[in-house]
């Protein structure tokens, strides 16, 4: 199974500063189809999983352009440019290049400091 | 609007049976796969199983094999997850997403929670 690992595992962020969520696999996300298939979820309190970034870099309608998605092969990125109260939830990354099973990383909780 | 509504949790002796059901609207339902993700207290969230358009081809989380049967009624616009033998560590909210293959679980239901405890 491909392994995902994210970092940090809790982010206190000030509101209106940066920030960055590291996602990296354990082998190639890269498809033989030439697409990488990572994705990323936010999931609020209380709340299901909403789905912010596929492909790498490809923004959700209706999310904020403050959030942006990057990376290549086994190293990806998530980044807030400036951070909203909205933002506090719980991001997973997941891969869907290599399955069975599709795999996320184990989240990371971002707060407000 | 793409709508997604989980039903059928609750609370089951350890080894006991529960069946969840997710109806879809909005959407060409037998145009797409449907998937079921767990998310247990304090965990991630886990892929359970997938289901193709036509549901001839099924997938499993190895936890889960043998014990989980996902299926789906196109006729009714409806994907079901039976869970026979459940443990305690079965205890989840379980989401029904749409294609998490090729659109990267592109929408999600709010979730049923199963509770797995004597």
């Known amino acids: 199974d491909v392994v995902m690992t994210q970092s940090p595992l809790s982010l206190p962020v000030t509101l209106g500063q940066p920030a960055s969520i590291s996602c990296r696999s354990s082998?190639?996300?890269?498809?033989?189809?030439?697409?990488?298939?990572l994705n990323w979820f936010q999931q609020r309190p209380g709340q299901s999983p909403r789905r912010l970034i596929y492909?790498?870099?490809n923004r959700d309608s209706g999310v904020p352009d403050r959030f942006s998605g990057s990376g290549s092969g086994t190293d990806f990125t998530l980044r807030i440019t400036r951070v909203e109260a909205e933002d506090v939830a719980v991001y997973y990354c997941?891969?869907?290049?290599?399955?069975?099973?599709?795999?996320f990383g184990q989240g990371t909780k971002l707060e407000i400091k | 609007e793409v709508q997604l509504v989980e039903s059928g949790g609750g609370l089951v002796q350890p080894g006991g049976s529960l069946r969840l059901s997710c109806a879809a609207s909005?959407?060409?339902?037998?145009?797409?796969?449907m998937d079921w993700v767990r998310h247990a207290p304090g965990k991630g969230l886990e892929w359970v199983a997938n289901?193709?358009?036509?549901?001839?081809?099924?997938w499993y989380v190895e936890s889960v094999k043998g014990r989980f049967t996902i299926s789906r009624d196109n006729g009714k616009n409806s994907l079901y997850l039976q869970m026979n033998s459940l443990r305690a560590e079965d205890t989840a909210f379980y989401y029904c997403?749409?294609?998490?293959?090729?659109?990267?679980?592109?929408?999600w239901g709010q979730g049923t929670l199963v509770t797995v405890s004597s």
């Open positions: 909005g959407f060409t339902f037998n145009r797409y796969w």
């Open positions: 289901t193709n358009e036509d549901g001839s081809k099924k």
């Open positions: 997403a749409r294609d998490c293959n090729w659109r990267g679980c592109d929408y």
């Open positions: 492909k790498v870099s």
């Open positions: 082998q190639s996300l890269v498809h033989s189809d030439g697409n990488t298939y």
């Open positions: 997941m891969q869907a290049t290599q399955w069975p099973p599709y795999t």
